[in-house]
């Protein structure tokens, strides 16, 4: 850590009350993002942590984004706290001309990774379960909550931060689909239905004995709810080809993930929503191997292929049904 983001952090903690001034902060880098700065501040007596945005994110494809996400990321932790307080950890403080905001500390051994578990073979469909329904009940009170599509209408972070890098990308790596992919990133930016989180994925899930808590909402826009569903199911294919003795488990749990979140589903017909992810999941399947954040631990070309080969035909002739997607897949 420099001198110079000691004295960013030093200055915001100070100004926020969470740090005296007499006291020292020891700051220790958390890794699992790349495009913000996270830290873990040991102050005497208590344990929290501090997040700024990047503008670069740290990837080998030029990628950059509006830092001002950081205000969005508080503003959505700040909106779940409210009714679901156990889904967050507590925010605690925000400095927006910093870029700068502070939240609870979670440590590891209370609130294991769902990735961790995933990645291991430790598959379990209850997660999956209480996670789509936790996730689908945020959906249903945002679209209930006037005032969100103003406050978070943050369509250009969406795009910089997910549209160009999944679909854009990927559209030009496969002109053969990529007027299918071109029209789902205008119909995903053209429907504002609830406040999405956008990077709804195992990595960002802490499993705590209260339910999954929700991390990294940099991308959080209030828009196409089947975008954070499709997202997380896209993990769950993802993972089989890493843990393919799980296969049956995996496929367990994204049926249980899509049942429970289309249970929540009381803001439109549950049929519409379930086709645009059935759509939009095989693009992204195919982005995580093509588009510029592909997934780090796929790693052959034989399974970069083996993804290909099941998604593009999916998006040439869409399906409507999440199952159709997870039996081309698991089967």
Known sequence: MSAAETTIFDDFLLRSGLKGASEKAAYKPLTGGVSSDIYRVELPGRILCVKRALAKLKVAADWHAPVSRNEYEWNWISFVAQHFPSAVPKPL???????????????????????????????????????????????????????????????????????????????????????????????????????????????????GKSGPVFLDAECAWFGDPAFDLAFCLNHLLLKKLVAEKASRELAASFAALSSAYLNEVDWEDREAVEARAASLLPALFLARVDGKSPVEYVTEESQRMLVRKTAIPLIASPRTKLAEIAQAWFS
Request: overall charge negative; cysteine-free.
């Open 93 to 207: 403080a925000h400095d927006a001309s910093s870029g700068v905001f502070a939240m609870e500390f979670l440590p590891g051994e209370e609130y294991p990774l769902w990735k961790a578990d995933l990645l291991q073979g430790h598959i379990d469909p209850k997660a999956a379960e209480i996670t789509g329904r936790r996730i689908g009940q945020i959906h249903s009170v945002s679209a209930r909550t006037p005032g969100l599509p103003a406050k978070f209408d943050s369509g250009t972070n969406f795009y910089a931060l997910r549209l160009e890098p999944y679909l854009v990308a990927t559209a030009d790596k496969h002109p053969f689909v990529g007027d299918r992919l071109s029209d789902l990133v205008g119909r995903t930016a053209d429907t504002k239905l609830a406040l999405v989180h956008g990077d709804v994925s195992p990595k960002n899930i802490l499993l």
